[in-house]
């Protein structure tokens, strides 16, 4: 039912709903589906927001 949003950190597809963690920057929501995929993107946002599909993230689950 919800938005269907993608983890830019990992590029995990999700819905909205289920995300574990969210963050804002420039404006816009983020959606993560770990907390350390959450932190990682903290810690570097632009790596995330000017790469779509072009890099495999890392492995955000262990
Ligand atoms: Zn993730």
């Known amino acids: 039912m919800g938005e269907q949003v993608k983890d ?28 350390g995929c959450k932190e990682k993107f903290d810690q570097n946002p632009m790596k995330y927001m000017s790469t779509e599909e072009e890099e495999k993230g890392d492995s955000c689950h262990m």
């Open 8 to 35: 830019p950190v990992c590029g995990m597809d999700m819905d909205a709903d289920s995300a574990v963690a969210t963050s804002e920057h420039m404006g816009k929501t983020f959606y993560f589906c770990a907390q």
